[in-house]
């Protein structure tokens, strides 16, 4: 039987400290549950292309993403330095997919594009950095 109190993923016994998408969730899984999402999303860093725009179902999940995210960090719970790292990663992460399709929305001149493509790009690139030193 499994304890309400533990993380819905098989195998782990951690204390819960969010949900995310119907699933409660530990930190580690949370982050975890977070970049699939945001990968998922994000295929190749393509969102700058018309194409690929965010739906309004994920810019919906990365809303309750972002939010999770804060509710953690202003939680009284102790993190340390590669866990806040993360939840910065991701939180900057879900504001430039709802950014990216603001942005969109809003332009009216190829000068705002080149801007928010070059945004992305730099974002696209603190990820990256990002994900290499959470891996090592």
Same mark, same amino acid.
């Given at each position: ?36 999402? $945001?990968? /998922? ?6 969102? *700058?292309?018309? =194409?690929? %725009?965010?739906?309004? #179902? ?38 430039? $997919?709802? /950014? ?6 809003? *332009?009216?001149? =190829?000068? %705002?594009?080149?801007? #928010? ?20």
């Amino acid at each position: 039987m499994h304890n309400p109190e533990c993380c819905d993923r098989r195998g782990c016994a951690r204390p819960v400290i969010t949900t995310f998408c119907k699933e409660a969730l530990c930190l580690d899984h949370f982050c975890s549950r977070s970049y699939e999402f $945001l990968n /998922g999303t994000d295929e190749r860093g393509q969102l *700058s292309m018309a =194409s690929n %725009s965010p739906t309004t #179902e994920q810019i919906q999940t990365a809303d309750e993403c972002a939010r999770r995210t804060l509710d953690i960090c202003m939680s009284k719970m102790l993190l340390n330095n590669l866990e806040r790292a993360r939840l910065l990663d991701i939180l900057l992460w879900c504001g430039d $997919l709802a /950014g990216s399709s603001g942005a969109k929305k809003n *332009s009216s001149s =190829s000068i %705002s594009e080149i801007s #928010e493509r070059g945004r992305h790009q730099e974002s696209a690139s603190r990820r990256e950095t990002s994900r290499i030193a959470i891996r090592n």
